[in-house]
């Protein structure tokens, strides 16, 4: 692939900002400058430096974010900062997306991707691929509680009851449920549905892939492969 079509790719600007970069000499392949936009170079493994900053290419963008607190999942946030505002620039210039909805005050694992097909299996409802929330309540979790959230409980705007697809108590006032889907507020709803509260909502896992303990709240990194969330890698 032309060196100008790996920068345009990987979210480095329009063609032209990125033939310009790399015709001011700031961009390396192999710690050497290559100033020449029409240069091939194979993508496979590709590692280069935009302005002094390393990369690596990828056909498709997937990252986990650890969400903190105060951050909008909707593309134009309007009270609160976009989470993409934690990704550098060309993961936001290549149009990544939060592959579904935390609430602004959810923390955890999100991911993000610009891979549309990717986005479609894990937020469709035949996939069930599992999330994993760990929420603090209000009052303390009784084994009444858990057992409504398990037989499945009715939202007032779902004639159907939502059930979990695991839940217990992990601590007096500490629930962690499962789910595999992705209705809005889910867990506040289903939570306020068996007559407790939600006060602290975090997410600990996505599919097979938990959130890292070394991945700090606002920090994120690339998801070599899909496999790693259906747990078949
Ligand atoms: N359920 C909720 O209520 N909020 C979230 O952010 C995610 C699941």
């Known amino acids: 692939m032309k060196l100008a079509q790996v920068l345009f790719s990987q979210g480095f600007g329009a063609r032209r900002e990125c033939e310009g970069l790399i015709a001011a000499g700031l961009v390396r392949v192999g710690g050497q400058v290559v100033d020449d936009p029409a240069v091939d170079v194979p993508t496979e493994g590709l590692q280069f430096e935009v302005e ?9 963008a997937l990252v986990l974010l650890h969400k903190p ?5 909707s593309q134009k946030p309007s009270a609160w900062p976009s989470v993409l505002s934690l990704l550098p620039a060309p993961l936001r ?3 990544v997306q939060p592959i579904g909805r935390l609430d602004q005050d959810t923390t955890g694992a999100l991911l993000l991707t610009d891979d549309g097909t990717l986005i479609h299996k894990l ?10 929330y760990e929420a603090t309540t209000a009052d303390p979790v009784t084994p009444g509680q858990v057992s409504a959230l398990l037989k499945g409980v009715v939202l007032h ?13 992990l601590g007096e006032r500490h629930l ?10 889910q867990v506040k709803r289903m939570v306020a549905a068996v007559g407790n509260r939600v006060e602290q909502l975090h997410r600990s896992a996505f599919g097979a892939l938990a959130l890292p303990a070394d991945l700090g709240p606002g920090q994120w990194r690339w ?5 790693v969330i259906f747990g078949t890698r």
């Open 52 to 60: 002094g900053k390393a990369w690596t290419y990828h056909e498709k």
């Open 69 to 73: 607190a105060g951050y909008e999942c």
């Open 93 to 95: 210039k290549r149009g």
């Open 123 to 132: 937020t469709s409802p035949k996939h069930h691929v599992p999330k994993v």
């Open 157 to 169: 705007d779902d004639p159907l009851p939502v059930r979990a697809a695991a839940a217990q108590a």
């Open 176 to 185: 962690q449920l499962v789910l595999t889907e992705g209705k809005y507020h």
């Open 223 to 227: 998801i070599p492969d899909p496999g």
